[in-house]
């Protein structure tokens, strides 16, 4: 029985209306009813009814049913399905009606609502195009009130990401089921931009002051020490606000970055030590509400200081060797940069080991004594273990690479140790040589024999436990969430217990086949049994205040990234050599090394791991044009046709081949076709390398090559060819071999009088000369920046001998050494003392033309290119056998982000065939580097040199500029 509510005039109306609408769909659409035998076999006409807004001549523009043809069924559902597709109707349906003029067919539509007008009302700063786009509403779409008031919303928040905080969009049609029309009323407002950010600092008795001191002026810590408290200038380098460029240029007001900078700021200061810190972030607003203000109020706390660092979980390694050369110690205040360097350290002396797995996890015990701290190094050893195969899969339909060349970029080969040194090495040079992207290199554990089967917990791989997974760490003190453990970037590891399968070797292209993974039994690595005993905490042990767990790159506070990175060279765009695998190193493993536990000890059989790797195919060809500019050779153009991947022993079979690509490529050797031509400089060069010739350690490169130049004496023209061997013996030693076959045009040279020079060394080589050479290079670079090293030195030894037309000797030796004197204590801000010296002699049959010339911004500044030379006849530069230069210089940062320097410098040496204190010339002089973010790293220079001590003859110059320095 129905209730009274159930027979309510609302309800019975709804119900007809229910059962009207399933009586509906329930009915067969006539044109379900249209059988092939029904259709006409011409149409007379078509018609289009039901409809209220959309003119009919539109509608028939969506079918393809002609009037005065024949109709098929196919036909005929294609018609309904595209005017379905138009999303104008709810529904179609057809059917035939008999005239006068023969069978007609019609279409009955019912149309859904249309947007018949769109305006957008108030906008000044904006296109309507560009609301068009952010809203998609336009005149005969489909109407629809959700939409509508969504593109009210969408057309807000895109006028924010623009900086027009007080923007106001109100929907003043289009909010109603029964409107047709969209209109939006919007109010700008102004483009907001941030003016000024300020920081302000609580004191120790709490108040709070703005500091007025300059960016260089150290500020003092709440505890009263100088130099680990950053300064505002340098905070503002974290911030995501940026100001303005006097209120007209960028620097527009977004809310939502406040509480980045924030976070930013709070993981920067945690860093150096200032667990206690708090930040606030506020804003003030001008009166025309265009320009903001935004104030940072800091409050520092005391910065921490270390009391006692212990190691725990070590076995195979001694305390006192991993803790050698320690960086962080107690009685320092904590900073991040040498914990990490610290941190890396040991990983670095496991990792030798093979122990690829391995896991140092500083953790932090707070003192009941505020701005104390302990920190006890957890280390997790795990085993020695090898690598077992290298899995090789190339991406893509077709790829055109090699399994050769990710394979000689890996310095590893079955059976070696898996260090993870070399491991990521192979990383970064398959990334970094610019013929794979994407790569990914996954190390997995395998068990042959199901391992060992340990009592007890058994070992865990890096970063993982059987319980929780987490590890104690700093950044979490202040309630942060729990983070998964910490497994190596890049590195997939199962879970323990799990059994990884194999993967299969992929079909990839022919080539070398890979080693076998025979190997001899490694040595066996051994743990005392009391490493599976739960650890505890000495007797005695400081209280822990608080306790967290975070991941341990959290703990790091994101400082600097080239510091908690991996101990990697630099990488550059240039292929890297690989460094040779040490050939029976399977001794040299992990070992019981002075462990207090040699009498009870419990063998623990070494791992495998197999490598893994996926990449796929970049884009290895470029098309390059430039131009530059630079003291010593003018204005110089540039074009350039470079191709990574060349492979120049697989030349075209077909046309196809030459169509597809795959002509000349694939096997990671290097083309590069290079012309410069400048107004005193032109360069040809045509360079083939391959940097594992014959898949060995070994790279071997020609070139041929065309110069001429106009010198102030003579032109001088060359052209010739150059073969070079060259091996990468480590990370920093290398050596190579070259010889140079060239032919040497002297013309034009400068004349006083008559048709000769007065310099008979001059006239001598007047003409063609023909110039061999051979030589061999031996260098050891430590820097750990090619373009402004802050630490370590490059010394490079050349030695050679000509022969042919000309018969000498030649020794050539330079040595750069780079100290840094300060820093900041994050790190930056780093003052760079650097010192130089070059060494040249050579033989006294060495023609004019290869004598040493000193001058120019890269090697004597002060004075013009090649002003400074022994002089003959006329003044005509003759060079010299012996080159002695020598050079000092001092960089400072000038600015809180590092972009400007500023040096001081101080160059000496002379050029002359009999070296002598009385020739020596003196320059001192200063200058800028400035980096530009938008030219990418290379540094401009610009410098001031000014002889003090000079020779009559000497050609000088005060200004030089640079792009790129190399000294």
């Known amino acids: 029985m129905l209730s009274h509510n159930s027979q309510s005039p609302w309800f019975l109306t709804h119900l007809r209306l229910f059962l009207t609408c399933v009586a509906v769909m329930s009915a067969p659409f006539p044109g379900n009813t249209v059988r092939a035998d029904d259709l006409p076999e011409k149409l007379a006409d078509i018609r289009i009814e039901g409809n209220e807004t959309i003119p009919a001549s539109v509608i028939l523009q969506k079918i393809t049913v002609q009037a005065g043809r024949p109709l098929s069924i196919r036909q005929l559902?294609?018609?309904?399905?595209?005017?379905?597709?138009?999303?104008?109707?709810?529904?179609?349906?057809?059917?035939?009606?008999?005239?006068?003029?023969?069978?007609?067919?019609?279409?009955?539509?019912?149309?859904?609502?249309?947007?018949?007008?769109?305006?957008?009302?108030?906008?000044?700063?904006?296109k309507r195009k560009e609301l068009v786009s952010w809203t998609g509403l336009k005149v005969g779409a489909p109407f629809d009130v959700v939409a509508n008031r969504e593109s009210l919303h969408r057309i807000k928040r895109e006028y924010k990401d623009r900086g027009y905080h007080f923007v106001e969009v109100n929907l003043q049609k289009g909010g109603e089921p029964t409107d047709r029309e969209v209109i939006?009323?919007?109010?700008?407002?102004?483009?907001?931009?941030?003016?000024?950010?300020?920081?302000?600092?609580?004191?120790?008795?709490?108040?709070?002051?703005?500091?007025?001191?300059?960016?260089?002026?150290?500020?003092?810590?709440?505890?009263?020490?100088?130099?680990?408290?950053?300064?505002?200038?340098?905070?503002?380098?974290?911030?995501?606000?940026?100001?303005?460029?006097f209120g007209l240029l960028g620097g527009t007001y977004k809310p939502e970055t406040l509480q980045q900078d924030v976070d930013e700021l709070k993981a920067y200061y945690r860093g150096l030590g200032f667990f206690d810190i708090?930040?606030?972030?506020?804003?003030?607003?001008?009166?025309?509400?265009?320009?903001?203000?935004?104030?940072?109020?800091?409050?520092?706390?005391?910065?921490?200081?270390?009391?006692?660092?212990?190691?725990?979980?070590?076995?195979?390694?001694?305390?006192?060797?991993?803790?050698?050369?320690?960086?962080?110690?107690?009685?320092?205040?904590?900073?991040?940069?040498?914990?990490?360097k610290d941190v890396r350290g040991m990983l670095d002396q496991y990792g030798v080991r093979g122990h690829y797995f391995a896991s140092v996890i500083p953790v932090p015990q707070f003192t009941e004594t505020p701005g104390v701290v302990d920190i006890v190094f957890e280390i997790d050893e795990d085993r020695p273990r090898y690598v077992r195969d290298i899995n090789i899969r190339m991406a893509g339909e077709h790829p055109h690479t090699m399994n050769t060349v990710p394979i000689n970029q890996i310095q590893l080969e079955p059976g070696d140790l898996a260090n993870p040194y070399l491991i990521d090495r192979g990383r970064s040079r398959m990334g970094g040589a610019g013929i794979l992207e994407n790569?990914?290199?996954?190390?997995?554990?395998?068990?042959?024999?199901?391992?060992?089967?340990?009592?007890?917990?058994?070992?865990?791989?890096?970063?993982?436990?059987?319980?929780?997974?987490?590890?104690?760490?700093?950044?979490?003190?202040?309630?942060?969430?729990?983070?998964?453990?910490?497994?190596?970037?890049?590195?997939?590891?199962p879970t323990p217990g799990s059994t990884p399968s194999r993967p299969a070797n992929p079909a990839g292209n022919s080539g070398v086949p890979r080693k076998a993974a025979t190997v001899t039994s490694p040595a066996v690595s051994f743990i005392p049994t009391s490493a599976r005993e739960p650890r505890t905490e000495p007797p005695g042990s400081s209280k822990i205040l608080d306790y967290a767990v975070t991941r341990p790159e959290n703990f790091f506070s994101r400082p600097p990234s080239a510091l908690l990175t991996s101990a990697l060279p630099k990488e550059t765009q240039e292929p890297i050599v690989r460094a040779q695998s040490p050939a029976g190193n399977q001794q040299g493993g992990a070992q019981l090394d002075g462990s207090p536990y040699s009498?009870?000890?419990?063998?623990?059989?070494?791992?495998?791991?197999?490598?893994?790797?996926?990449?796929?195919?970049?884009r290895t060809g470029r098309l390059m044009f430039g131009a530059g500019v630079n003291s010593d050779a003018g204005v110089v153009g540039s074009f350039v046709w470079d191709e990574r991947n060349f492979n120049l022993f697989r030349p075209p079979m077909t046309f196809a081949d030459i169509i597809d690509g795959r002509a000349f490529r694939g096997g990671g050797q290097r083309f590069r076709l290079e012309a410069a031509p400048g107004e005193q400089v032109q360069r040809y060069v045509l360079s083939w390398t391959d940097p594992y010739f014959l898949h060995s350690d070994y790279s071997f490169g020609v070139s041929a090559f065309l110069f001429d130049r106009f010198y102030p004496d003579w032109d001088e023209g060359r052209g010739g060819l150059r073969l070079t061997l060259g091996k990468q013996l480590d990370p920093e030693w290398s050596i190579s071999g070259s010889i140079r076959l060239e032919d040497v045009n002297i013309r034009r040279p400068r004349v006083i009088s008559g048709t000769t020079t007065s310099v008979p060394e001059l006239e001598a080589v007047r003409g063609n000369n023909f110039l061999s050479t051979g030589s061999i290079t031996l260098t050891h670079d430590s820097r750990d920046s090619s373009l402004m090293p802050t630490d370590g030195h490059l010394m490079d030894l050349t030695l050679s001998h000509a022969f042919g037309d000309f018969s000498?000797?030649?020794?050539?030796?330079?040595?750069?050494?780079?100290?840094?004197?300060?820093?900041?204590?994050?790190?930056?801000?780093?003052?760079?003392?650097?010192?130089?010296?070059i060494v040249g002699w050579s033989g006294d049959?060495?023609?004019?033309?290869?004598?040493?010339?000193?001058?120019?911004?890269?090697?004597?500044r002060g004075f013009a290119f090649r002003g400074v030379t022994p002089r003959g006849a006329d003044n005509i530069s003759i060079g010299g056998n012996w080159q002695l230069l020598g050079s000092a210089e001092y960089r400072i940062p000038l600015t809180a982000d590092d972009m400007i320097n500023m040096v001081v410098f101080s160059d000496v040496g002379t050029v002359t065939a009999n070296p002598s204190i009385d020739d020596f010339r003196v320059t001192v002089g200063v200058g800028l580097r400035l980096v530009v973010p938008a030219m990418g790293p290379v540094p401009l220079a610009f410098d001031f040199g000014f002889p003090v001590r000079t020779e009559a003859s000497d050609d000088e110059r005060v200004f030089s500029f640079y792009v790129g320095i190399n000294r």
């Not at 049959?845 to 090697?859: K, L, M, W």
């Open 77 to 126: 559902r294609e018609a309904k399905r595209n005017l379905m597709n138009t999303r104008w109707f709810y529904g179609v349906n057809e059917r035939f009606e008999e005239t006068e003029r023969g069978t007609v067919l019609i279409f009955r539509v019912s149309e859904r609502p249309i947007v018949r007008r769109v305006e957008f009302r108030g906008i000044r700063k904006m």
């Open 184 to 245: 939006f009323q919007i109010e700008e407002g102004p483009l907001v931009r941030v003016r000024d950010r300020v920081f302000r600092f609580v004191t120790k008795s709490g108040k709070v002051t703005t500091p007025t001191q300059p960016w260089f002026i150290q500020r003092q810590s709440q505890d009263g020490t100088f130099g680990l408290s950053p300064s505002a200038a340098r905070l503002k380098t974290k911030l995501q606000t940026k100001e303005s460029w």
């Open 278 to 340: 708090k930040i606030e972030a506020k804003t003030r607003f001008t009166k025309d509400r265009s320009g903001v203000q935004v104030v940072y109020t800091v409050n520092e706390g005391v910065p921490y200081k270390v009391r006692d660092i212990r190691v725990t979980g070590n076995y195979v390694i001694t305390t006192k060797k991993l803790r050698r050369n320690a960086e962080l110690n107690a009685g320092d205040f904590f900073n991040s940069i040498p914990l990490g």
């Open 439 to 493: 790569v990914q290199m996954n190390v997995v554990p395998v068990d042959p024999a199901e391992s060992f089967a340990m009592q007890g917990d058994g070992r865990k791989f890096r970063g993982q436990s059987r319980s929780s997974g987490y590890s104690p760490s700093w950044n979490g003190l202040k309630g942060a969430p729990a983070q998964k453990p910490f497994i190596r970037s890049g590195h997939s590891i």
């Open 599 to 618: 009498n009870r000890i419990q063998a623990l059989p070494p791992g495998w791991v197999d490598i893994n790797v996926t990449a796929q195919e970049g």
């Open 808 to 837: 000498y000797p030649r020794v050539e030796s330079e040595w750069r050494q780079y100290f840094t004197l300060h820093n900041r204590a994050d790190g930056s801000g780093r003052h760079v003392l650097s010192m130089s010296g």
């Open 845 to 860: 049959d060495t023609p004019v033309f290869e004598r040493f010339y000193a001058g120019g911004f890269q090697s004597f």
